[in-house]
C-alpha cells in the first residue's frame, strides 16, 4: 500500500477561519471551503503538506486548530495538523496527517555555521562582490521527520515558500530589472539554504522530499538566462554529484501555445497582459525514495485526467493546483 503526499498552496486559506478557530459561515467562505473539502477528499492524500495555512497569532488564534477544525468539519481522513518556526506575518506553512498511516514530528536540522536553523539568519554573498548578505525566511521552511506506520519507510519532509518574483512597485524598466535582480538573488539566498539543509540529510544517511511553492521552474521566465540557473535546480543539487541530486519525477515540462505543462498556476506576464501556465510548485526527491512511476502529477483539470471531474472545485479552491506523488511503503 502506498503512502499518498500532497501538496497545496491554498490562496489566503487564512481568510475563510474566525478568530476562534471556527470555520467562517458566509457564503463566499462555505463555498471555498466546500471546494477545498471536495478537492482533498478526492485525493485522500496520507498526508498534506499546505502552503499559506492559516495564521497563528495573538489570543487564541492557532493554525493547527484551525486545520483540524477543518478536517473534522469535513470528515477528512487526514485530520491531525503540525506547524513548526511560525511565519513573521500572516500565513504559516504546515501540515495533515493520518495518525493511523503515518507519525509525524517537527525536525528541524541546522544550527551550524554555514547551515543555521530556518528560524534565524543566513549569510550568502549573492551578488559576487565579496561580501555576504544576510537573509532570512519571511516562513521557515517546515521540516518533518515522516515515519510510515506499520513498515520502515521513514524520510524528511521540508515544505517551503520561497522568495516570489512578483515585482509590483517599479514604475519604469530600470527599476523593474532591478528589482527582478534583488527577487532572484534572494530566491537563490533561500534555496541555497534548503540545499544545505538537503546535504546535511544526505550525508546523515536519510531519504529527504522537498515539497512547496518555490516560485520557480527550469526556463520559467526570460530573466533565468541572466544568471545562467534556477532556483529549483539550486535545491535538486550539483550534476557533478549525481547521486545526490533531487528528482522531479514528474518530467520535463513542455512549452505549449498557454505555457508549460504540466503547470501548477497561471499569472498574467506584465508586459504583454497575457495569461502563461507555469509549473513552480514542486515535489523533489532524492533517489532512494520509492516513488511509485507515475505516481507524480499536478491536479490542474485542463491537463490532467483525474482532475477533470473537479474542474469547478479547484478553480474556486485557490489560484494554485495540488502536486501529488505516492511512496511505496
Same mark, same amino acid.
Not at 458566509?26 to 496520507?46: F, H, N, P, Y
Not at 535538486?236 to 515540462?253: A, E, T, W, Y
Given at each position: ?8 498552496n ?10 476562534q ?23 485522500d ?18 493554525t493547527?486548530?484551525?486545520l ?10 487526514a485530520?491531525?495538523a ?7 506575518g500572516?500565513?504559516?506553512i504546515a ?6 498511516r503515518?507519525?509525524?514530528?517537527h525536525?528541524?536540522?541546522?544550527g551550524?555555521?554555514?547551515?543555521p536553523r530556518?528560524?534565524?539568519?543566513? !549569510? ?8 555576504p ?5 519571511y516562513?521557515?521552511?517546515l ?13 524528511e519532509?521540508i ?16 527599476h ?6 534583488r527577487?532572484?538573488r ?8 534548503i540545499?544545505?539543509?538537503?546535504? !546535511? ?18 526556463g520559467?521566465?526570460?530573466s ?11 535545491i535538486?543539487?550539483?550534476?557533478f ?8 519525477h ?11 505543462q ?5 499569472f ?32 490542474n483539470?485542463?491537463?490532467?485526467d ?5 474542474r ?12 501529488v506523488?505516492?511512496l511505496?511503503?
Amino acid at each position: 500500500m502506498a503512502l499518498t503526499i500532497c501538496c497545496w498552496n491554498i490562496e489566503w486559506f487564512d481568510k475563510l477561519f474566525d478568530a476562534q478557530n471556527g470555520l467562517r459561515g458566509d457564503a463566499k467562505s462555505t463555498v471555498r471551503l466546500e471546494a477545498i473539502a471536495e478537492v482533498l477528499g478526492s485525493i485522500d492524500a496520507d498526508l498534506i503538506s499546505i502552503v499559506e495555512a492559516p495564521n497563528t497569532s495573538r489570543g487564541v488564534r492557532s493554525t493547527v486548530a484551525c486545520l483540524e477544525a477543518f478536517a473534522t468539519q469535513f470528515g477528512l481522513r487526514a485530520g491531525k495538523a503540525i506547524t513548526g518556526f511560525l511565519s513573521q506575518g500572516k500565513q504559516e506553512i504546515a501540515a495533515l496527517y493520518d495518525p493511523a498511516r503515518v507519525d509525524v514530528s517537527h525536525n528541524p536540522g541546522g544550527g551550524k555555521k554555514g547551515n543555521p536553523r530556518f528560524d534565524s539568519t543566513f !549569510e550568502f554573498d549573492t551578488d559576487d562582490d565579496r561580501i555576504p548578505e544576510v537573509y532570512r525566511f519571511y516562513r521557515p521552511p517546515l521540516e518533518l521527520l515522516v515515519k510510515s506506520v506499520g513498515s520502515n519507510l521513514s524520510f524528511e519532509l521540508i515544505v517551503a515558500h520561497t522568495k516570489s518574483k512578483g515585482i509590483f512597485s517599479a514604475t519604469d524598466l530600470v527599476h523593474w530589472n532591478l528589482e527582478s535582480a534583488r527577487n532572484r538573488r534572494k530566491l537563490f539566498a533561500e534555496c541555497r539554504w534548503i540545499r544545505r539543509r538537503v546535504e !546535511e540529510r544526505l550525508d546523515a544517511g536519510r531519504e529527504v522530499l522537498v515539497v512547496g511553492d518555490i516560485n520557480d521552474g527550469p526556463g520559467m521566465d526570460s530573466s533565468e538566462a541572466r544568471f545562467g540557473k534556477s532556483a529549483v535546480e539550486i535545491i535538486m543539487g550539483d550534476l557533478f554529484d549525481p547521486q545526490r541530486i533531487l528528482v522531479s519525477h514528474i518530467g520535463k515540462p513542455k512549452w505549449t501555445s498557454k505555457g508549460w505543462q504540466p503547470a501548477s498556476t497561471r499569472f498574467r506576464d506584465q508586459f504583454t497582459g497575457k495569461s502563461v501556465s507555469v509549473l513552480i510548485d514542486h515535489a523533489l526527491a532524492s533517489q532512494g525514495l520509492p516513488v511509485e512511476a507515475g505516481s507524480h502529477a499536478v491536479w490542474n483539470p485542463s491537463q490532467y485526467d483525474p482532475a477533470r471531474a473537479l474542474r469547478k472545485s479547484l478553480q474556486e479552491a485557490s489560484d494554485h493546483y495540488p502536486v501529488v506523488l505516492k511512496l511505496r511503503d
